[in-house]
């Protein structure tokens, strides 16, 4: 099958599942999977992979990956242990033990098949700092199918293959040594039933639903979701929608500064301050650090520690020029009458599409987004899966070119 999932002509065959426990590759040194990933690139036969991570996220900044698991289209499985693989490395630092993944997660030529893609790119991101490239997330292939938004791979697992993964190794420790076989197995299957999984919606995505999900899924790769900015931490910072530039500028330079000491010291950047504590302090910024004791929610230990350098922070905002400051997003003008009864009427379709598809109808569109759309029906920011099930069918309804009716008690779209 070609590599390319916007080819809908070319989509493969079903692989069968043995329920006996699954032969597999162990790559626990560089030279093997150095060599095994030449032989995924190099093997004409083999166009893509369905791919798994297992990692370690709970006392640091960056997540630690733990074991990789891959399954060839031709059925062939492989375990590369990355901890094994550092450990046999030599202490070169200009080398990197683990640059055989790098080489599979950016080759071209080999699409790569995840489920809930983006902590699993999070993660193979810090291996050698380098986007992967063609990839295929099956939570946005199913989306299609009404799985819902977020749907968790074991639920789609069972309504498409019919097959109930097991839950004993959910509160694995992937870090420590040695692994059992049963905790292997249990990661095996994450690939086993990703591969068919792939493979059957592959057979029944239409054309234009294989288009979205392709822009959803170059959505995914790009690069600033995964990289460290301290400078725009700020942006991230929930909470500030009504706050004014002094106040804006307290934030982003606490926020700064905390995404930095996280970095630095490789730790939960709310360990040290939360996103409460930062917008509180900006409400009512103090001027020395003993005032900072009395804002709600704040770690007395923290205080103690960054105290003097958080006011050294508020104090440099209060000494620039306020031009200098984040000014708020311009907000647009306020709806009309009119503009409320239509912006409640493409609000029910919505909810409609949101029920039938079991989605979140905050993951669907926002009302400023459809404010806009009315405003300017050919202008928007959606695309991909959003743009298939909502967006189109509102541009045809605000353009008089599709009506909604009530039918069997369901709001129901009909194109002219």
């Not at 094994?84 to 080489?103: F, M, R, T, Y």
């Not at 902590?119 to 063609?134: A, F, N, R």
């Not at 984040?326 to 029910?348: G, I, N, R, Y």
């Not at 928007?380 to 069918?393: D, E, I, K, N, Y």
Request: hydrophobic share 40%; glycine share 2%.
């Amino acid at each position: 099958m070609s590599n390319s999932i916007s080819n809908a002509d070319s989509r493969p065959q079903t692989q069968k599942i043995v329920n006996a426990k699954t032969p597999y590759l162990a790559i626990e040194d560089e030279v093997t999977l150095q060599r095994y990933a030449e032989h995924l690139i190099t093997t004409d036969a083999i166009s893509w992979i369905a791919l798994d991570t297992e990692f370690v996220r709970t006392d640091t900044y960056f997540p630690e990956l733990s074991l990789v698991q891959i399954q060839d289209c031709l059925g062939e499985v492989a375990i590369i242990d990355p901890l094994a693989i550092k450990q046999s490395a030599s202490d070169s630092p200009d080398s990197n033990p683990l640059e055989g993944l790098v080489s599979i997660l950016t080759d071209p030529g080999l699409l790569k098949v995840f489920h809930s893609a983006r902590q699993d790119i999070e993660v193979l991101y810090q291996v050698g700092q380098k986007m992967p490239v063609s990839i295929f997330d099956t939570q946005l292939a199913a989306l299609f199918f009404k799985h819902g938004d977020i749907a968790g791979f074991a639920r789609v697992v069972e309504a498409e293959l019919g097959h109930k993964l097991p839950k004993s190794q959910t509160r694995t420790n992937w870090h420590a040594r040695p692994l059992s076989e049963e905790q292997i197995q249990y990661a095996i299957d994450d690939v086993r039933y990703l591969a068919p999984l792939y493979e059957t919606l592959m057979a029944k995505l239409t054309d234009e639903q294989l288009k979205a999900v392709k822009q959803d899924c170059d959505a995914l790769l790009d690069e600033s979701l995964y990289k460290a900015n301290p400078a725009k931490a700020g942006e991230k910072i929930k909470g500030t929608r009504n706050f004014k530039p002094k106040q804006l500028a307290i934030v982003y330079a606490l926020a700064e500064w905390r995404e930095r000491f996280a970095i630095e010291h490789n730790q939960p950047k709310k360990w040290v301050m939360s996103d409460e504590v930062i917008t509180a302090i900006a409400k009512r910024p103090p001027k020395v650090a003993e005032a900072l004791y009395k804002v709600p929610n704040i770690k007395a230990s923290s205080v103690k520690l960054h105290g003097e350098q958080w006011i050294q922070c508020i104090d440099e905002v209060f000494a620039a020029e306020p031009e200098s400051w984040p000014h708020p997003e311009a907000k647009p003008a306020p709806s009309s009458p009119q503009e409320d009864v239509l912006v409640s009427l493409c609000l029910s379709f919505c909810q409609q599409i949101a029920l039938d598809y079991r989605l979140n109808p905050h993951n669907l569109i926002h009302k400023a987004e459809l404010l806009e759309l009315i405003r300017s029906p050919q202008h928007s920011s959606l695309t991909g899966w959003r743009a298939l099930l909502v967006l189109q069918p509102l541009q045809r309804l605000l353009q008089s070119q599709a009506s909604l009716q009530i039918e069997q008690g369901r709001l129901i779209f009909k194109p002219y």
